[in-house]
Nanobody
Framework: QVQLVGSGGGLVQPGGSLRLSCAAS????????MGWFRQAPGKEREFVAS????????DYADSVKGRFTISRDNVKNTMAMPMDSLKPEDTAIYYC?????????????????WGQGTQVTVSS
């Protein structure tokens, strides 16, 4: 499996921006679709965004469309997600994940490798 390390979280005011990153090592990064999920306190983990193995296809949760952008670099083995116009309801632990299915999927059970999570807090 591929090993993932997420980073880039922090505290930001409503309307601000953050950029999450995910670094991969181990198996060939380009063999995997990648995704971001998040979990807020007291809530279930939810899909945020995903990108196909070659970056041609992306998918987003309705709640983040137009504000978050997922991308990947298969040479540097990294994935990134700039987040703009952040809202308090975006507060959560964000997890990067890898799926051998290779297509841009939003189904968490199809992701078999997970990063450790990075905290995003949106508050004034």
């Amino acid at each position: 499996q591929v090993q993932l390390v997420g980073s880039g979280g922090g505290l930001v005011q409503p309307g601000g921006s953050l950029r999450l990153s995910c670094a991969a090592s181990g198996r060939t990064f380009g063999n995997y679709a990648m995704g971001w999920f998040r979990q807020a306190p007291g809530k279930e983990r939810e899909f945020v965004a995903s990108i196909s193995w070659n970056g041609d296809t992306t998918d987003y949760a309705d709640s983040v469309k137009g504000r978050f952008t997922i991308s990947r670099d298969n040479v540097k083995n990294t994935m990134a997600m700039p987040m703009d116009s952040l809202k308090p309801e975006d507060t959560a632990i964000y997890y990067c994940a890898a799926s051998a299915i290779r297509i841009a999927t939003k189904t968490s059970r199809e992701f078999t490798s997970w990063g450790q999570g990075t905290q995003v807090t949106v508050s004034s």
